[in-house]
């Protein structure tokens, strides 16, 4: 069964690091090199495109300000790190991923990825 699992969110204070994990399963014969990954949050009401995305095979990545994405190859695991936390930081909080395979760089479109984890929350408060 393919899986992409979040973890890490929860309630903070503005300011400070969050770092959020999305392990992936399931996926055999893959590794994350063979992946576009990204994290986009949601909030309701809202459309937000990704924050941070991630091609391990060319070594190339995408982010917003504060942003920082990183990976664990051994873990398959992928961490998105959320710097200077402002309360607009509040929502879900989703992984994705889509096949790498013959692409070049990585895109913070959300409309790109079909996989996507059940997302964790991230709540900032001042």
């Known amino acids: 069964q393919l899986q992409l699992v979040e973890s890490g969110g929860g309630l903070a204070h503005s300011g400070g690091s969050l770092t959020l994990s999305c392990a992936t399963s399931?996926?055999?014969?893959?590794?994350?090199?063979?992946?576009?990954l990204a994290w986009s949050p949601q909030a309701a009401g809202e459309e937000r495109e990704g924050v941070s995305c991630l091609n391990i095979r060319d070594n190339s990545m995408d982010a917003q300000s504060r942003f920082d994405i990183s990976s664990n190859n051994a873990k398959n695991t992928i961490y998105l790190q959320i710097n200077n936390r402002k309360e607009e930081d509040s929502a879900d909080y989703y992984c994705?991923?889509?096949?790498?395979?013959?692409?070049?760089?990585?895109?913070?479109?959300?409309?790109?990825?079909?996989?996507w984890g059940q997302g964790t929350q991230v709540t900032v408060s001042s």
């Open positions: 994705a991923n889509e096949s790498g395979i013959g692409r070049n760089g990585c895109v913070l479109k959300r409309v790109l990825y079909d996989r």
């Open positions: 399931g996926f055999s014969g893959w590794t994350l090199d063979d992946w576009l």
